[in-house]
């Protein structure tokens, strides 16, 4: 009768652990699934990227008159009017007012000017595309640049929900009106609250180029 119950002991503990077994080695399909869904992701990714620098460097080769300058964080920029006097740039604390527009790649208006009416914008402290938030950060006063970025540095996979596809990259032309500490423009904006600070027109040398990019 002991030796019945032994059996039944070791029979019992022999089907558990082959069943623990069995579950572990179950478990492992998935997670060599997740390991191939993360390897064909970084393919995919990485086509992406060669596909938007592509179509950039097409426009860069389509303009040889026009300087493009590489940013450290990857997107291109070229200069139509050029502040060679003044040196300071925004940074965090300013409040950066500026016109934009929006064109892809082929030179098709995206958004317009009007569109996007003046910009006010608190350096570093508002959420915005950021392609805009480094740039406008490398800008002087009375500046216009033209910012060529891939849609990582633009709306990215998932567009603006509106005119701005999937993984688009873009052409923004940006002008910086002006830039100043946020007290000065609250000051200005409590004695004009209905109406955006005026600009003052400070005389600076400007160059300016005339050529334009062409799609």
């Known amino acids: 009768m002991k030796n019945s119950k032994l059996i039944a002991v070791v029979f019992f503990l022999f089907v558990l652990v082959s069943s623990c077994k069995q579950h572990q080695e179950a478990r492992r399909p ?3 699934a997740s390991g191939t869904f993360m390897k064909k992701s970084i393919v995919r990714n990485k086509k992406l990227i060669a596909g938007e620098e592509g179509q950039i460097n097409a426009v860069i080769k389509r303009n040889p008159k026009v300087k493009f300058i590489a940013s450290s ?6 200069y139509s009017i050029k502040n060679t006097l003044d040196t300071l740039t925004p940074k965090k604390g300013d409040v950066a007012l ?9 030179g098709n208006i995206i958004y317009s ?5 003046p910009q006010v914008y608190y350096v570093d402290k508002q959420n915005i595309m950021m392609g805009l938030r480094d740039g406008i950060k490398l800008m002087h006063k ?5 910012f060529l970025f891939n849609s990582h540095m633009g709306y990215g996979y998932h567009g603006d929900n509106k005119k701005i596809g ?3 990259p873009l052409l923004c032309i940006v002008t910086l009106r002006d830039f100043m500490p946020e007290a000065i423009y609250k000051k200005q904006s409590e004695i004009q609250p209905t109406a955006t600070p005026v600009v003052k027109q400070e005389v600076t040398a400007e160059t300016k180029s005339k050529d334009t990019i062409t799609q």
């Open 30 to 32: 998935i997670s060599q």
């Open 73 to 78: 964080k990857g997107y291109w920029y070229s």
């Open 98 to 106: 500026f016109d934009y527009e929006i064109k892809d790649l082929k």
């Open 113 to 117: 000017e009007l569109e996007l009416k």
């Open 142 to 146: 009375k500046e216009k640049v033209n």
């Open 166 to 168: 999937t993984n688009q």
